[in-house]
């Protein structure tokens, strides 16, 4: 079975003070790897998908990285409207569903 | 504008009264699937479908119903609602299963 860990749960941050959240994984053969962002009552929107280890990628101020195990997305000198709740989400081998993790809930303070 | 939509954002029905919630996509994908969004459980698919008249259970389907005679629309269908169906509802396509999936803005049902 296909499992998603995020953490941390929440984290609160002052505006441009950079930092990392995690999304671990268990799947049998990854196949996509895909991190939402999440606005209050809306649906999640895209950011990026990740296919292999070793694989990065970049949008303003977001940064994806990819492992064997995890992945990272880094948000450097994040500001207010950087705030909103980060999915991630694997599908493995084989699969047809999505398993997605709980999320991180960021507010970046002014 | 590429865009999946939802009909209703907003519904409030009492048990036992069939409803149908609407999805449409305008971007030509294959790939069709439904979610529910619950507090401290994160995002569920309920069905999916891989193309037209091709649909599948997803991890927690019981209670639903949907039908793809279309490509661009996926309606989801609840024959007789109840309280614990109460939930945030997204409808998402991509043009393949592993691919970028879009996400409709949705459904907040609530079920008395």
């Known amino acids: 079975e296909d499992q998603v860990t995020q953490s941390p749960e929440a984290l609160r941050l002052q505006e441009g003070e950079s930092s990392s959240l995690n999304c671990s994984y268990t799947?049998?053969?990854?196949?996509?790897l895909f991190w939402y962002r999440q606005d209050p009552g809306k649906g999640p929107e895209f950011l990026f998908t990740?296919?292999?280890a070793g694989e990065e990628k970049e949008k303003e101020r977001l940064k994806a990285t990819l492992t064997k195990k995890e992945s990272f997305l880094h948000i450097t000198a994040p500001k207010p409207e950087d705030s909103a709740t980060y999915l991630c989400?694997?599908?493995?081998?084989?699969?047809?569903?999505?398993?997605f993790g709980r999320g991180t809930s960021l507010i970046v303070h002014p | 504008e590429a865009q999946v939509t939802q009909n209703p954002r907003y519904l409030i029905t009492v048990t036992g009264k069939k409803l149908t919630v609407t999805c449409s996509q305008n971007?030509?994908?294959?790939?069709m699937s439904w979610y529910r969004q619950d507090p401290g459980l994160g995002l569920r698919q309920i069905y999916y479908?891989?193309?037209?008249?091709?649909?599948d259970k997803g991890d927690v389907p019981e209670g639903y119903k949907v039908s793809r005679k279309e490509k661009r629309n996926f309606p989801l269908i609840l024959e007789s609602p109840s309280p614990n169906q109460t939930s945030l509802y997204f409808c998402?396509?991509?043009?393949?299963?592993?691919?970028?999936?879009?996400f409709g803005p949705g459904t907040r049902l609530t079920v008395l």
């Open positions: 998402a396509s991509s043009l393949r299963v592993a691919d970028t999936q879009y």
């Open positions: 799947v049998s053969g990854l196949r996509g």
């Open positions: 990740l296919y292999s």
């Open positions: 989400a694997v599908l493995s081998g084989g699969s047809y569903i999505p398993t």
């Open positions: 971007m030509n994908h294959e790939y």
């Open positions: 479908s891989m193309n037209v008249e091709v649909t």
